[in-house]
């Protein structure tokens, strides 16, 4: 099975829901220049948190960009799952169409903050369907 590697701020909102997952799961640096020199090379899926109200530049958090910048860090991430708040419209996980797209992988699914016990279960379906068509 695919690790998880996701970047949660020190609300912590993001680690909380990966965790449900009951996978590996390792954590993106929250320091910027950590996070720029941050290599981890392992299949894995990654959980992207979404910021603001879709403003291009403040929807991806920095750390995950600076973690994507290194080619050794994109080519290991083989699907994408955004977490945001339905309060911000079309806007609600927006990062992950955006690193999914720029990526070229899919994003496999979108979840409110912490996500519900169906979410969670959703995603374990299409995880274990991710890792079984690969």
Known sequence: MFDVVYFSSI??????????FGLKTVR?????DEAANFVYEAENVLVVPTYGSGEE????????????????????????????NTN???SFGLAGDMVAQKLGV???????ILGTPDDIETIKERLEQLWLTR
């Open 28 to 32: 993106i640096p929250i320091k910027t």
């Open 57 to 84: 530049k403040t929807t991806v958090p920095k750390q995950v960009i600076k973690f994507l910048n290194n080619p050794a860090n994109r080519k290991h991430v083989k699907a994408v799952i955004a977490t945001g």
């Open 11 to 20: 609300s912590e909102n993001t680690k909380r829901f990966v965790e449900k």
């Open 88 to 90: 911000f419209g079309s």
């Open 106 to 112: 899919p994003l496999i699914y979108k979840a409110e």
